[in-house]
């Protein structure tokens, strides 16, 4: 006992020294910042005293590196080097963790030299676009600039041999008895350098050559007899050499071999991977306690919801405990597990924080390849467990245990979109609805098949999380509103296999398009236990989900009890939720890497009729049957062929007449004779309202409508919801959509019918795929577009199909910046026989010559209107109107290029961008009085223009503020009438209320300074409203008064001011005192306006003299001297400042007989007979101020 005892106490000190020795090791060392700006990228350089770990994940514009040691130096010093590419940083967490923000989405590489770590930030290399791009030219040779870097890693059982892709690209393996040949579909150089830094046998011995398809073939020499294994690890291919033989005896009879490994048993290989994981990990692998897999069999309750009752030693309850427990676990026994940034011993560069050991724990065993493909999506902290609010309605979760099946009840009140899958050992019900689930009956449940309940908050939804035994499936149904997960040990399968299906054209490029319909808001969210992103699309009707997954080169769709689940596999994929479907692209990569149309899921052939009255036999998709339609008539067979249906027709009853009719129908249309076709669709409509109304006779009316030129009416058949979900369907409505210029669901349209179908007449699919193609260079899918070109070229086409064709090409090349070969294909056109594709040649040369400056514009006008005559009647004219519109608006020739436009809106005036020509219309014409360009034409010319395009007057304040801008520039060149009739339209037609009295009132004082009292009135009468504010109100009454004295009616006048006491109402009164002689009042009134003004001896404006002339005037002709004097005594030195001097000094100082009357005053002196008090005022302010300023 003793001697176990010392040997205790030995080990514990050795242990202590050894810790105390690692403590010294691993003391703390501070980083330095440095920073240096080139051309093409920033850096940030962090220098250390000994080499420290790092790991870097990368969240949108913000890059995370978190060191194992705190960085100290000062960054903003640092930063003020920078600022091209690296906006800010900042060091947080004691200083391990540095946020790097980028100025734009920028590339990044993060690399060791010695002791320092380097981020540098810019246009480091190509983006993945503009490799796709070099690619679909094929115009030279492939580059060999990027090489393969290939590492060397010793293990104690098998030599690692590691291959840096520069790109992910397929590869090939063929095993021979001396040496393994990994084949690659593109060609690189093998890094020579890289590779002799090891050397060994082995490595020596690769050699690498060009193989016949122009791909790269790589030889790996090996021992006779040895074993090897190989696997995909994002980028890298891994290939493992195995030291030592395996014995055949360790084979089992009953073992699958996996795919991935040459020879060998697969037990003992899975077991090599996992132990590789773990190792990489720094884990310690976890033991089976008796050495034996648990049976298949076996169902066990595996899950307790009750820990004390949970044996915690076991692999199972291992298995069962939540990630956060064994994270913990993880934690603690192997500290803080940080893979750095340098090579590892195998080769293969990872870089982590610590996240990789949640992986490794639900990685499925013989899959390493999972640890090698970090995604920067992987969070440290698990989904659902964060601090978000749940909100929406409360809904009961039950559990009720059946036999040999648990159901798992959510009773939601309302009808809400659902996705049911198993992953990881988990159960997912998701929901496209946001609600707090009451888990309060499942959690305190005993053993059982399902457990360990938790509700994760995902955005536009939410989700309940369980655990579920190995081989339990689940099964979907309703009862009501509620959702039913059944679950058992029986293979379940959703009753409806989503049916997917490759678009090599759409808006975003090639993509895969899954059929369905009650589609809820797709939710992304984040697996808790195996780290990655999900995309979830909920669907309302029963059982609709995937009975297989299904891998694609970016992303992955896996399989489920109920709904869409995608996991993407690049950063940049896309959903996109429509009416009848979901779409998965990636718009940034112009599409997916998909190949040519297939359908991926459910049968190939129906097997029976999928609706009342369509044929059997139909692929998927197709609603018309052409080959059994020509019933394999040959073309002198055609008119035997006719009049034997036709003798059919005659022979059979009314009644049964219908079916001959339709077969005549359908050869017609089979061998493109659309007119005949759509003769006996009319009369089957007439006599058979039943037939017509099936999908396939309505398809049939839309498509001969479209052949026929009838675009619009084949539009209108073509839209009927039977036709939904047929792709053939939907090549005719994006065909008929693309001939009436709708281009954005012509585009949506064609990339659900894919392609166009072999069978069809010739001149069908001429004139399909050229619209399709046009549609798919709208979209700037080159490849789409090429591929309908390739079709049209493949077919024979006629002289006229062919420079068609050539023209398109010409479109793809230019967009593709080809742009002299273009421009060859565009020149040839022009002096060809064929006027379609002369005619736009033509004008697209012109485009080019304007964008290039070869031209200007007024010679593009006059070339422009040149071809406006060579093609008339359909979009090209409609084009050319609206282009050369906009041409004479930018040469500022308003008339001529608001009459283009206003010709394409009225010669086209159902085309889909009429509306559009309508409101730049409006816009411009209104531009041209609101921003000032009006001020710099004559007021005649802007009136003119106005008069000219009075309909684009825009509603509301806009077009009044036009109408009364251009009444004040009249107003100032004094035409009267002209600005008075702009007026009264607005008053009688545009406005109401307030502003409808104060323009009113403004009308009435243009007609009276043009001497129409009457037609004032009118005004006034015109406009009256409620409601106006007393200043407003006084004056219109003032106008009144004014109108009603200049028709003779001068005491009405008086009688509507008489409670006015304002200078004006004076003013007005003067001019009624005046009129009329009545010289004692209109004494006291000048009197009153005048007030105080001269009486200090200053000098005094013209006004004030005229009003104390006309005072003088009124005290002479009434003869009041007294006051006569007083005002000669007062205002004489101010008067002989004025040119009424000699009028005041002749009135002031008359005698008895020299002035016998007033006609005599008046007659000696004008500017004593001319006196309006009233008008003048206004007169004055107008110049000074606008017209729609008065009021």
Same mark, same amino acid.
């Given at each position: 006992?003793?001697?176990?005892?010392?040997?205790?106490?030995?080990?514990?000190?050795?242990?202590?020294?050894?810790? =105390?020795?690692?403590?010294?090791?691993?003391?703390?060392?501070?980083?330095?910042? +440095?920073?240096?700006?080139?051309?093409?990228?920033?850096?940030?350089?962090?220098?250390? &005293?000994?080499?420290?770990?790092?790991?870097?994940?990368?969240?949108? %514009?913000?890059?995370?590196?978190?060191?194992?040691?705190?960085?100290?130096?000062?960054?903003?010093?640092?930063?003020?080097?920078?600022?091209?590419?690296?906006?800010?940083?900042?060091?947080?967490?004691?200083?391990?963790?540095?946020?790097?923000?980028?100025?734009?989405?920028?590339?990044?590489?993060?690399?060791?030299?010695?002791?320092?770590?380097?981020?540098?930030?810019?246009?480091?290399?190509?983006?993945?676009?503009?490799?796709?791009?070099?690619?679909?030219?094929?115009?030279?040779?492939?580059?060999?600039?990027?090489?393969?870097?290939?590492?060397?890693?010793?293990?104690?059982?098998?030599?690692?041999?590691?291959?840096?892709?520069?790109?992910?690209?397929?590869?090939?393996?063929?095993?021979?008895?001396?040496?393994?040949?990994?084949?690659?579909?593109?060609?690189?150089?093998?890094?020579?350098?890289?590779?002799?830094?090891?050397?060994?046998?082995?490595?020596?011995?690769?050699?690498?050559?060009?193989?016949?398809?122009?791909?790269?073939?790589?030889?790996?020499?090996? $021992?006779?007899?040895?074993?090897?294994?190989?696997?995909?690890?994002?980028?890298?291919?891994?290939?493992?050499?195995?030291?030592?033989?395996?014995?055949?005896?360790?084979?089992?009879?009953?073992?699958?071999?996996?795919?991935?490994?040459?020879?060998?048993?697969?037990? +003992? +290989?899975?077991?090599? +991977?996992?132990?590789?994981?773990?190792?990489?990990?720094?884990?310690?692998?976890?033991?089976?306690?008796?050495?034996?897999?648990?049976?298949? &069999?076996?169902?066990?309750?595996?899950?307790?919801?009750?820990?004390?009752?949970?044996?915690?030693?076991?692999?199972?309850?291992?298995?069962?405990?939540?990630?956060?427990?064994?994270?913990?676990?993880?934690?603690?026994?192997?500290?803080?597990?940080?893979?750095?940034?340098?090579?590892?011993?195998?080769?293969?560069?990872?870089?982590?924080?610590?996240?990789?050991?949640?992986?490794?724990?639900?990685?499925?065993?013989?899959?390493?390849?999972?640890?090698?493909?970090?995604?920067?999506?992987?969070?440290?902290?698990?989904?659902?467990?964060?601090?978000?609010?749940?909100?929406?309605?409360?809904?009961?979760?039950?559990?009720?245990?059946?036999?040999?099946?648990?159901?798992?009840?959510?009773?939601?009140?309302?009808?809400?979109?659902?996705?049911?899958?198993?992953?990881?050992?988990?159960?997912?019900?998701?929901?496209?609805?946001?609600?707090?689930?009451?888990?309060?009956?499942?959690?305190?449940?005993? *053993?059982?098949?399902?457990?360990?309940?938790?509700?994760?908050?995902?955005?536009?939804?939410?989700?309940?999380?369980?655990?579920?035994?190995?081989?339990?499936?689940?099964?979907?149904?309703?009862?009501?509103?509620?959702?039913?997960?059944?679950?058992?040990?029986?293979?379940?399968?959703?009753?409806?296999?989503? &049916?997917?299906?490759?678009?090599?054209?759409?808006?975003?490029?090639?993509?895969?398009?899954?059929?369905?319909?009650?589609?809820?808001?797709?939710?992304?969210?984040?697996?808790?236990?195996?780290?990655?992103?999900?995309?979830?699309?909920?669907?309302?009707?029963?059982?609709?989900?995937?009975?297989?997954?299904?891998?694609?080169?970016?992303?992955?769709?896996?399989?489920?009890?109920?709904?869409?689940?995608?996991?993407?596999?690049?950063?940049?994929?896309?959903?996109?939720?429509?009416?009848?479907?979901?779409?998965?692209?990636?718009?940034?990569?112009?599409?997916?890497?998909?190949?040519?149309?297939?359908?991926?899921?459910?049968?190939?052939?129906?097997?029976?009729?999928?609706?009342?009255?369509?044929?059997?036999?139909?692929?998927?998709?197709?609603?018309?049957?052409?080959?059994?339609?020509?019933?394999?008539?040959?073309?002198?067979?055609?008119?035997?062929?006719?009049?034997?249906?036709?003798?059919?027709?005659?022979?059979?009853?009314?009644?049964?007449?219908?079916?001959?009719?339709?077969?005549?129908?359908?050869? !017609?249309?089979?061998?493109?004779? $659309? =007119?005949?076709?759509?003769?006996?669709?009319?009369?089957?409509?007439?006599?058979?309202?039943?037939?017509?109304?099936?999908?396939?006779?309505? /398809?049939?009316?839309?498509?001969?409508?479209?052949?026929?030129?009838?675009?619009?009416?084949?539009?209108?058949?073509?839209?009927?919801?039977?036709?939904?979900?047929?792709?053939?369907?939907?090549?005719?409505?994006?065909?008929?959509?693309?001939?009436?210029?709708?281009?954005?669901?012509?585009?949506?349209?064609?990339?659900?019918?894919?392609?166009?179908?072999?069978?069809?007449?010739?001149?069908?699919?001429?004139?399909?795929?050229?619209?399709?193609?046009?549609?798919?260079?709208?979209?700037?899918?080159?490849?789409? /577009?090429?591929?309908?070109?390739?079709?049209?070229?493949?077919?024979?086409?006629?002289?006229?199909?062919?420079?068609?064709?050539?023209?398109?090409?010409?479109?793809?090349?230019?967009?593709?910046?080809?742009?002299?070969?273009?421009?060859?294909?565009?020149?040839?056109?022009?002096?060809?026989?064929?006027?379609?594709?002369?005619?736009?040649?033509?004008?697209?040369?012109?485009?080019?010559?304007?964008?290039?400056?070869?031209?200007?514009?007024?010679?593009?006008?006059?070339?422009?209107?040149?071809?406006?005559?060579?093609?008339?009647?359909?979009?090209?004219?409609?084009?050319?109107?609206?282009?050369?519109?906009?041409?004479?608006?930018?040469?500022?020739?308003?008339?001529?290029?608001?009459?283009?436009?206003?010709?394409?809106?009225?010669?086209?005036?159902?085309?889909?961008?009429?509306?559009?020509?309508?409101?730049?219309?409006?816009?411009?014409?209104?531009?041209? !009085?609101?921003?000032?360009?009006?001020?710099?034409?004559?007021?005649?010319?802007? %009136?003119?223009?106005?008069?000219?395009?009075?309909?684009?007057?825009?509603?509301?304040?806009?077009?009044?503020?036009?109408?009364?801008?251009?009444?004040?520039?009249?107003?100032?060149?004094?035409?009267?009438?002209?600005?008075?009739?702009?007026?009264?339209?607005?008053?009688?037609?545009?406005?109401?209320?307030?502003?409808?009295?104060?323009?009113?009132?403004?009308?009435?004082?243009?007609?009276?300074?043009?001497?129409?009292?009457?037609?004032?009135?009118?005004?006034?009468?015109?406009?009256?409203?409620?409601?106006?504010?007393?200043? %407003?109100?006084?004056?219109? *009454?003032?106008?009144? /008064?004014?109108?009603?004295?200049?028709?003779?009616?001068?005491?009405?006048?008086?009688?509507?001011?008489? $409670?006015?006491?304002?200078?004006?109402?004076?003013?007005?009164?003067?001019?009624?005192?005046?009129?009329?002689?009545?010289?004692?009042?209109?004494?006291?009134?000048?009197?009153?306006?005048?007030?105080?003004?001269?009486?200090?001896?200053?000098?005094?404006?013209?006004?004030?003299?005229?009003?104390?002339?006309?005072?003088?005037?009124?005290?002479?002709?009434?003869?009041?001297?007294? $006051?006569?004097?007083?005002?000669?005594?007062?205002?004489?030195?101010?008067?002989?400042?004025?040119?009424?001097?000699?009028?005041?000094?002749?009135?002031?100082?008359?005698?008895?007989?020299?002035?016998?009357?007033?006609?005599?005053?008046?007659?000696?002196?004008?500017?004593?007979?001319?006196?309006?008090?009233?008008?003048?005022?206004?007169?004055?302010? %107008?110049?000074?101020?606008?017209?729609?300023?008065?009021?």
């Amino acid at each position: 006992m003793n001697k176990y005892a010392d040997k205790k106490i030995v080990f514990t000190y050795l242990l202590t020294f050894i810790w =105390a020795a690692l403590i010294v090791i691993s003391a703390p060392s501070f980083a330095k910042i +440095n920073a240096t700006q080139a051309k093409d990228f920033d850096r940030l350089v962090f220098d250390w &005293e000994s080499k420290v770990k790092y790991s870097v994940q990368r969240f949108g %514009l913000e890059l995370l590196i978190e060191f194992d040691q705190p960085v100290t130096g000062d960054m903003q010093a640092a930063l003020q080097k920078l600022g091209q590419f690296i906006k800010s940083a900042k060091i947080q967490s004691a200083g391990k963790e540095v946020v790097i923000q980028f100025t734009a989405r920028h590339k990044y590489k993060v690399y060791r030299i010695e002791n320092s770590i380097s981020v540098e930030v810019g246009r480091l290399e190509q983006t993945r676009k503009i490799n796709k791009l070099q690619k679909s030219k094929n115009e030279s040779p492939r580059s060999t600039d990027k090489k393969v870097v290939i590492r060397v890693g010793e293990h104690p059982k098998y030599r690692r041999i590691v291959f840096e892709l520069p790109a992910l690209i397929k590869y090939k393996v063929q095993d021979s008895e001396m040496q393994i040949d990994l084949l690659f579909n593109e060609y690189f150089e093998l890094d020579s350098n890289l590779k002799t830094k090891k050397a060994n046998a082995n490595l020596l011995g690769i050699n690498s050559r060009k193989s016949n398809d122009g791909g790269l073939v790589v030889s790996i020499p090996k $021992a006779k007899g040895s074993k090897f294994r190989h696997f995909l690890a994002g980028k890298k291919i891994v290939v493992d050499l195995f030291k030592q033989k395996i014995s055949d005896n360790k084979k089992s009879k009953n073992t699958k071999l996996s795919p991935n490994i040459s020879t060998g048993d697969a037990s +003992n +290989n899975q077991d090599e +991977n996992k132990k590789f994981l773990l190792q990489q990990l720094g884990l310690k692998e976890v033991q089976q306690t008796n050495g034996e897999k648990p049976e298949k &069999e076996s169902i066990q309750p595996l899950i307790s919801n009750d820990p004390k009752k949970e044996d915690l030693s076991s692999p199972k309850s291992q298995d069962s405990r939540s990630l956060s427990e064994r994270k913990s676990k993880v934690s603690k026994s192997e500290k803080n597990i940080m893979i750095t940034g340098k090579q590892a011993d195998d080769g293969v560069l990872l870089r982590d924080s610590g996240t990789q050991a949640e992986k490794v724990l639900s990685v499925v065993d013989g899959a390493p390849s999972q640890i090698f493909n970090p995604s920067k999506w992987l969070v440290n902290k698990l989904a659902g467990d964060d601090k978000n609010t749940l909100s929406g309605p409360d809904v009961k979760v039950r559990l009720l245990k059946n036999n040999n099946v648990d159901s798992l009840f959510v009773d939601w009140g309302k009808d809400v979109p659902a996705a049911v899958f198993t992953r990881a050992g988990n159960l997912w019900v998701v929901f496209g609805e946001e609600a707090r689930f009451d888990l309060s009956r499942v959690q305190n449940l005993k *053993k059982g098949i399902i457990g360990d309940f938790r509700q994760l908050s995902v955005k536009g939804g939410t989700a309940i999380l369980a655990k579920i035994a190995p081989g339990i499936s689940p099964a979907v149904w309703r009862k009501g509103s509620s959702w039913v997960v059944d679950l058992s040990a029986r293979i379940t399968r959703p009753d409806v296999d989503l &049916e997917l299906v490759t678009q090599q054209t759409s808006p975003q490029g090639p993509r895969v398009f899954v059929l369905a319909d009650g589609i809820g808001k797709y939710i992304e969210t984040y697996d808790p236990v195996v780290g990655d992103r999900l995309f979830i699309v909920p669907l309302s009707p029963l059982s609709r989900g995937l009975k297989m997954s299904r891998k694609f080169a970016q992303f992955e769709i896996l399989r489920s009890a109920q709904g869409l689940i995608v996991r993407p596999l690049i950063d940049e994929l896309e959903i996109r939720v429509m009416p009848d479907g979901v779409a998965i692209t990636a718009s940034q990569f112009k599409g997916l890497e998909v190949s040519k149309r297939q359908i991926v899921s459910g049968q190939t052939i129906s097997g029976g009729s999928q609706i009342d009255g369509l044929p059997k036999g139909l692929e998927p998709g197709r609603i018309f049957n052409l080959e059994t339609w020509r019933q394999n008539t040959k073309p002198e067979e055609f008119l035997e062929m006719k009049q034997s249906i036709q003798q059919q027709i005659s022979q059979a009853t009314s009644i049964a007449r219908g079916g001959p009719r339709l077969r005549l129908a359908q050869f !017609y249309f089979s061998k493109g004779l $659309a =007119a005949e076709t759509m003769g006996l669709l009319r009369t089957i409509s007439d006599s058979d309202d039943e037939m017509a109304r099936r999908p396939d006779v309505i /398809a049939l009316r839309g498509a001969s409508h479209f052949i026929l030129g009838r675009f619009l009416e084949a539009e209108k058949e073509l839209d009927n919801k039977v036709l939904n979900g047929f792709s053939e369907a939907e090549l005719w409505r994006g065909a008929s959509n693309a001939a009436q210029g709708k281009w954005t669901a012509a585009i949506e349209h064609f990339a659900r019918a894919g392609e166009i179908p072999g069978d069809y007449p010739r001149n069908f699919s001429i004139q399909l795929a050229l619209l399709a193609a046009e549609a798919a260079i709208r979209a700037e899918d080159y490849r789409g /577009a090429g591929v309908f070109l390739d079709a049209i070229a493949q077919g024979r086409p006629t002289i006229g199909e062919q420079a068609r064709l050539n023209y398109l090409r010409g479109r793809v090349l230019y967009a593709s910046s080809d742009t002299t070969t273009a421009l060859n294909y565009w020149r040839r056109l022009t002096q060809g026989s064929d006027r379609w594709a002369r005619v736009r040649a033509k004008r697209a040369l012109i485009e080019h010559k304007l964008r290039t400056n070869i031209i200007t514009r007024l010679q593009a006008i006059e070339s422009l209107e040149q071809l406006r005559f060579a093609w008339r009647g359909d979009q090209l004219e409609f084009d050319l109107l609206r282009r050369l519109g906009e041409l004479y608006i930018e040469e500022k020739d308003f008339p001529s290029g608001l009459k283009s436009l206003r010709q394409a809106v009225t010669f086209f005036p159902n085309n889909i961008a009429a509306r559009a020509v309508s409101k730049k219309m409006t816009k411009s014409f209104s531009g041209i !009085y609101t921003d000032g360009t009006s001020d710099a034409m004559t007021p005649l010319t802007a %009136l003119a223009l106005y008069d000219q395009f009075r309909e684009l007057t825009p509603v509301g304040r806009r077009g009044d503020k036009i109408i009364q801008r251009l009444a004040d520039r009249l107003v100032e060149v004094d035409l009267l009438d002209r600005a008075s009739i702009l007026l009264d339209r607005q008053v009688r037609f545009r406005l109401q209320g307030v502003q409808k009295a104060q323009v009113g009132g403004r009308l009435a004082l243009i007609r009276l300074l043009d001497r129409q009292p009457g037609t004032a009135l009118e005004a006034l009468d015109e406009s009256v409203a409620p409601g106006l504010d007393p200043k %407003l109100a006084l004056q219109r *009454k003032r106008l009144r /008064a004014r109108s009603v004295f200049e028709l003779g009616d001068s005491e009405t006048a008086l009688k509507l001011i008489n $409670a006015d006491k304002e200078r004006d109402a004076d003013l007005l009164r003067a001019d009624i005192f005046w009129r009329t002689r009545n010289w004692v009042s209109a004494g006291k009134v000048f009197e009153r306006l005048l007030g105080n003004d001269g009486q200090d001896g200053r000098r005094i404006n013209d006004l004030s003299a005229t009003l104390i002339l006309n005072w003088v005037v009124a005290l002479s002709m009434s003869e009041q001297g007294e $006051a006569l004097n007083k005002v000669r005594q007062i205002y004489s030195l101010q008067m002989d400042m004025t040119q009424y001097r000699e009028a005041f000094r002749l009135i002031t100082n008359k005698t008895d007989g020299d002035i016998q009357d007033f006609r005599t005053l008046t007659d000696r002196f004008k500017e004593i007979g001319r006196f309006q008090a009233f008008l003048t005022t206004y007169r004055e302010k %107008l110049k000074t101020k606008l017209l729609s300023e008065m009021n």
